[in-house]
């Protein structure tokens, strides 16, 4: 990262680890998100499987990791 003097600012590991846990639950909460948006409205969810663009139906009971991202609020 580069501060507001140019000078270089390093991130220790704790806060690299913190960031990626971040921006981890940040997509998963992204994608949680969209599964719900598209099951309700009755949309097919657009996925890459085996080499192929296809779609699909989102899952009526996503992974439980997803599940659980929709009922904890991000920390900032």
Do not use: C, Y
Not at 11 to 35: F, N, W
Not at 47 to 57: C, E, K, L, N, P
Request: aromatic fraction near 2%; charge should be neutral; proline fraction near 8%.
């Amino acid at each position: 990262m580069i501060t507001e003097e140019n000078e270089l600012f390093v991130m220790t590991p704790e806060e690299k680890k913190q960031l990626r846990m971040k921006i981890d639950l940040g997509l998963k909460a992204s994608i949680a998100a969209v599964l719900d948006e598209h099951a309700r409205a009755g949309r097919k969810v657009t996925i890459w499987r085996d080499g192929r663009i296809v779609q699909v139906d989102p899952p009526r009971n996503p992974s439980p990791e997803l599940s659980m991202v929709r009922e904890k609020p991000l920390e900032t």
